[in-house]
């Protein structure tokens, strides 16, 4: 597997943004696909976004389209997720995942999965 590192969670003001980042390490060609998850409290994980290696392919939750962007830069094999408009809804432990496919993202299918950062949007 490889090694998943979220960064970039807090608090903040409904209506505000905030960008997360995920740093992998390790061997990355096998996996290229990456993603974004969250899981809110007593509710099930679920896809937010993912995107392709070379980002020519995103894919988004519907409850986010329009508000979330996700980006990478392969020179620093890292993810980002940038989230404005937040709110309260959008409180959760946010987790990046790895897979060869984007589909496989989309179909909740990762090959890995990072440990979490939380993101808590206040009303």
């Known amino acids: 597997q490889m090694p998943l590192v979220e960064s970039g969670g807090g608090l903040v003001q409904a209506g505000g943004s905030l960008s997360l980042s995920c740093a992998a390490s390790g061997r990355t060609f096998s996996t290229p696909a990456r993603g974004w998850f969250r899981q809110a409290p007593g509710k099930e994980r679920e896809f937010v976004a993912a995107?392709?290696?070379?980002?020519?392919?995103?894919y988004y939750a519907d409850s986010v389209k329009g508000r979330f962007t996700i980006s990478r830069d392969n020179a620093k094999n890292t993810v980002y997720l940038q989230m404005t408009n937040l709110k309260p809804e959008d409180t959760a432990l946010y987790f990046c995942a790895s897979a060869s496919l984007v589909r496989a993202l989309v179909a909740a299918s990762p090959s890995s999965w990072g440990q979490g950062t939380q993101v808590t949007v206040s009303s």
């Open positions: 995107i392709s290696w070379n980002s020519d392919t995103t």
